[in-house]
């Protein structure tokens, strides 16, 4: 049992006996609602169900985040009201030696989301923390800053993992990401998924299904959040580490570009996205700069870990051109080559290539959503057809991303992706048609967490199928996640395997491992 289990279980206990003792039936219950911020209110019900997370970890802090939510697949059962949260950051689990603390004020308008964003803080460092509110305290989770620009770092670990969809397999792969004590989790994206309830996709004695209609309201997403944070695997993988959270198409709607799959109108379109929007910063341990703008949401940043690694998180999804010939998968669509087409976008495309001409770190890595590298012409594909959501899509802006690698010598550029629910390990090529050009970097593909249900055994097949695409170095269809060990010499990448997510409490298994070495281009599978 890590420290989560024991102070959730001992949060239930307490729950129980504090139920008895609360009257009245709102699901807060206050005698004065004059005051513009309630500072002792009195729950109904635990208001904390949602968990906690941090985020964006910095050299001295971190976002902290949690929402109140009494009633939490219910819109949150708050009254439209201010109420004050405490927060603490101790050294240990015991709380014995506070560094900071305070009072954030939980918001009608934010859907009571409390974002705290912590600083003085010392480097490279573990801490916990913890909520407050009235007399309900929040299970005690773990962070970690990041270590100082420039300093010298041995070693850290993370993980890579998305698309984790609730109907379509257990969260049993978070269960595993929260035992590793990761520096940091980065997800890549599709935290929910906004379809309806469709029925029981998992086995019948699981019974995981979304709750109503596709999402269309705050409200509504709100209330999908909910469902999936229901899972207390995944509360707990957010107890364990800090997450540098991104964002793919689910959160919105299935392959979004500026319009929406449906061809509704764009200016109607616009409405969907901007509550989607409020919504996801609701959820999310994101510092202020990532407060929705109507439509339009600043995601892309950039972190740095000591003098090991540089990350530019990007946003593939939000300032992308719509896909060509139609979206879907095709064949012989000369819109992939079409020059004007963005992934993403002048402004953040301007940013990364500025950034990859500054990178004094070890490693530079791109976090973001759909695969760079090409998965053109892999057999297992009736008549060679490839999806027009990814990369392979966007020739032109890929080639200028390949091109900018090439002309900067940004250190060691290490890509990472998710969104295809399959795993791979790839070199990223100057000419992907010519297996002898240069390799300017390396990408690794994380699988599903659950989306897409069991997963397949690609076994000795996959060497028949992968056709020309001598540059994928690894490929597995099962579920799980990945977690990466990096040091100056090398990045490792661990492929962890849950071979069914339709059966609770299965083991997770090493799949492969790939290994980047510094100074040395393409990948090895150890
Ligand atoms: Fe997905
Ligand atoms: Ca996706």
Sequence with gaps: MSFYDRTLARMSRRQLMNAAAVLGTAAIASPIFSSKTLAAPIFMDYPFQLGVASGDPTPNGVVLWTRLAPKHLEGGGMPAINVEVEWDVATATNFTNIVQKGVAVARPELGHSVHVEVTGLEPNKEYFYRFRAGNEVTPTARTKTAPAVGQVVERMRFGICGCNNYEQGLFTAYRGMAQENFDFII??????????????????????????????????????????????????????????????????????TVVDENDIPPEVFALRKAMAYQAYYETMPLRSAAIPKGPSQLLYRRLQFGDLMDISLLDTRQYRSDQPCGDGSKTGCVGINDPKATMLGAEQEKWLFDNLATVKAKWTILSQQVPIFMRDNIKAAPDAQFSMDKWDAYTVARQRLMDRLKETRAPNPVALSGDVHLAYAADLKMDYRNPNSETVGVEFTGTSISSGGDGLDVGATWDTIKGDNTHIKYHSAKRGYTAFGVTQNEMRAEYKIVDKVSVPNQPIRLGATVIATSGKPGLQVA
Excluded: C, M
């Excluded at 309806?196 to 409200?219: A, F, S, W």
């Excluded at 709100?222 to 793919?248: C, E, G, M, Q, V």
């Design 187 to 256: 997800h890549t994206g599709d935290y929910i998924y906004e379809g309806r309830d469709n029925g029981n996709r998992t086995p019948d004695t699981l019974v995981r299904r979304h709750n109503g209609q596709e999402i269309h309201t705050v409200v509504d997403y709100r209330n999908r959040y909910a469902l999936y944070k229901s899972d207390p695997n995944f509360l707990a993988a957010h107890a364990s580490a800090p997450w540098l959270i991104t964002r793919d198409d689910h959160e919105v709607e299935n392959n979004y």
